[in-house]
């Protein structure tokens, strides 16, 4: 158990619907971060969060993708008008102890787009 | 694009032999750090190795860290069927990022 909870585990939907993924932390962490990986690859770095502050964002995350952590301890992952290339395992991690410099990930959500 | 990269892109193995994987990767890091990934799952931390250190021992993990090369190795000694899955390097370049290469899938045949 790494502290992290991740839903939907799957979700398969057709293309342009939106989908909303969420990440539960079970503790306090001051970072956030969501990867994603598709089959084959490793993940690939999308935003990260400090409490509620959103402090960086990939080029990969598009306009169509939104991702919030209001309160500073859960947060959401919004893809609007999917396309069959969002397909994809997205990530969630938690950064551990400040010297540790480790990342805890959870299961994962992974969306199909048909 | 990802920092790492990981070399062999797959690697079979025996029970009990020994698994080398070596990651390079492009920019000046903080610390490097090795993941491991059964299929499906969420990645998992084994070990981090820092910038000024050069190898580090986790149990049947050795890590080997070359900056002037801008590369690393991971050797799992006496390896075990529980042991496939897919390994990733992480680099930390300080800038509360991680990037991870592309990994090298590990199947250990009973």
């Known amino acids: 158990d790494t502290g992290v909870s991740q839903n939907p585990r799957h979700k398969i939907t057709k293309r342009g619907q939106n989908v909303t993924f969420r990440c539960d932390p079970i503790s306090e962490h001051n970072r956030l971060y969501w990867y994603r990986q598709t089959l084959g690859q490793g993940p690939e770095f999308l935003t990260y969060f400090q409490n509620e502050a959103q402090l960086e964002k990939s080029r990969l995350l598009s306009d169509r993708f939104s991702a919030e952590r209001p309160k500073g301890s859960f947060s959401t992952l919004e893809i609007q008008r999917t396309e069959q290339g969002d397909s994809a395992m997205y990530l969630c991690?938690?950064?551990?102890?400040?010297?540790?410099?480790?990342?805890?990930f959870g299961e994962g959500s992974r969306l199909t787009v048909l | 694009s990802q920092q790492g990269e990981e070399d062999p892109q797959a690697l079979s193995i025996q029970e009990g032999e020994n698994a080398t994987m070596n990651c390079s990767y492009k920019t000046s890091i903080n610390n490097l750090q090795w993941y491991r990934q059964n299929s499906g799952r969420g990645l998992v931390h084994l070990i981090l190795?820092?910038?000024?250190?050069r190898e580090k021992h986790s149990g049947r993990l050795r890590v080997t860290l070359d900056t002037s090369k801008k590369s690393s190795s991971l050797l799992i000694t006496a390896s075990r069927a529980a042991d496939t899955a897919s390994y990733f390097c992480?680099?930390?370049?300080?800038?509360?990022?991680?990037?991870f290469g592309t990994g090298t899938s590990l199947t250990v045949i009973p």
């Open positions: 992480a680099t930390d370049a300080g800038g509360n990022q991680f990037y």
């Open positions: 991690a938690l950064s551990g102890p400040p010297a540790s410099g480790e990342l805890f």
């Open positions: 190795i820092r910038s000024n250190e």
